[in-house]
């Protein structure tokens, strides 16, 4: 008897699991003001089969005849409730407005598109970008080495058009990498992730947590820079694996994001080396890149003049990479050192202008023409190095 009694009590209890999905599958129905939630329906039916069971096995000694009503008025609202969600399902049913089935193109139109949140790049960004280069306009921007996302923030605030954060010096790991990006979201600010070198695995993460596109240091052949390209492109132009990450919605947006990334990602090589700059007509062959970075500091160290901004010489060097890059119809961009600097950089129709003085921020007056430091009064921003 006892083992009979234990076979009864597991039926009832897989039965009771298996309920769960008739309950659930009711889901939750409105009646006027009122919404009778099948999961309470579930719970209430556990509780009353239990108490049955143990009146029925005798667990329960002495139960009084009021107990025994009690249960039986549970089982009447037990049933009600049932009756009344399946009755006020099959009248939404009834009376639910019909639908006729979309057609093909009304699905299509309905299905998320490429460049729509939340499956998106920062398209409207890039393509500002692109229109002001298009325009032969230089574009200003902010070079990131603090931790700090706040200042970000401030770039994107102060309308810049670029930020790169710098993940080859410094001290900035990937979780503040990461704040910075996602600083940048829904802005018109383009955010650029200079990576620590050449590397698959550095420049796929970079993109994957959102980076508008990549920065890589010390180019100086057309094979690295093909390398690069390829590192940041899906197949079948390049090698970057697809992962369920920021960049895809989490998942979401494989097909979406697989089909607007390559056409969009930015890849911006750096020149800073004399090799590098000899090999520029040869970089500049390079399909998938539009702008190339000079590094002055570093090509003066591989010219002889370590520690020098610009070693004799140096200064001439650079503009004639600067000249070679505008002739083949690409961008060049440059960090300055001091207001002069930058006006002759400006002047030499450099695209991408940082400013790095003194470790602070450099404003402009355009109305002025007017170069100023973070003390002027009602400045608006053009560039800076954090």
């Known amino acids: 008897m006892p083992l009979l009694a234990n076979y009864a009590l597991c039926a009832i209890a897989g039965t009771l699991w298996y309920m769960q999905f008739f309950f659930y599958g009711m889901g939750t129905t409105k009646m006027g003001r009122y919404d009778f939630s099948s999961w309470t329906l579930h719970m209430a039916t556990i509780i009353i089969f239990g108490t049955l069971v143990g009146v029925g096995l005798s667990e329960w000694k002495g139960v009084s005849r009021r107990t025994y009503r009690l249960m039986q008025l549970g089982l ?17 049913k009834e009376h639910a407005p019909a639908t006729e089935a979309p057609n093909a193109s009304e699905t299509a139109a309905d299905s998320p598109k490429v460049g729509t949140a ?9 393509q500002k970008l692109r229109k002001k280069l298009a325009a032969d306009e230089a574009v200003y921007g902010l070079w990131v080495t603090l931790e700090s996302a ?15 954060i710098d993940a080859e010096h410094g001290h900035l790991d ?10 940048t979201v829904r802005s018109d600010t383009v955010v650029l992730v200079r990576v620590a070198e050449l590397n698959a695995g550095l420049i796929k993460r970079a993109l994957d947590i959102g980076a508008d596109g990549i920065v890589i240091p010390w180019i100086e052949t057309a094979q690295q820079l093909k390398q690069a390209v390829a590192f940041a492109t899906y197949p079948p132009e390049g090698i970057r694996g697809i992962g369920a990450e920021r960049a895809t919605a989490w998942g979401q947006c494989f097909l979406e994001h697989a089909q607007e990334a390559n056409e969009n990602v930015l890849v911006v090589p750096i020149v800073e080396s004399v090799t590098g700059g000899k090999n520029i007509q040869a970089l500049l062959q390079v399909g998938g890149v539009e702008i190339v970075f000079i590094g002055p500091a570093d090509y003066s160290s591989t010219a002889g003049f370590r520690g020098q901004w610009e070693g004799p010489g140096v200064a001439e060097a650079l503009l004639a990479i600067k000249d070679a890059v505008r002739a083949s119809g690409k961008h060049c961009g440059v960090v300055t050192t001091s207001h002069e600097n930058l006006l002759r950089t400006s002047g030499a129709r450099l695209s991408h202008v940082g400013v790095r003085h003194r470790q602070r921020i450099v404003f402009a007056q355009p109305a002025r023409g007017a170069w100023r430091d973070w003390t002027g009064p009602a400045n608006v921003p053009i560039a800076g190095h954090g």
């Not at 706040?150 to 790169?164: Q, R, Y």
């Not at 990937?174 to 600083?183: F, Q, T």
């Open 76 to 92: 009447v609202v037990l049933v009600s409730s049932t009756v009344v969600i399946g009755y006020g399902n099959y009248l939404a």
């Open 118 to 126: 939340p499956c998106q790049m920062k398209i409207a960004a890039l």
């Open 174 to 183: 990937w979780k503040e990498i990461l704040e910075h990006v996602r600083a």
């Open 150 to 164: 706040s200042i970000t923030e401030m770039a994107v605030a102060l309308g810049l058009d670029w930020v790169v």
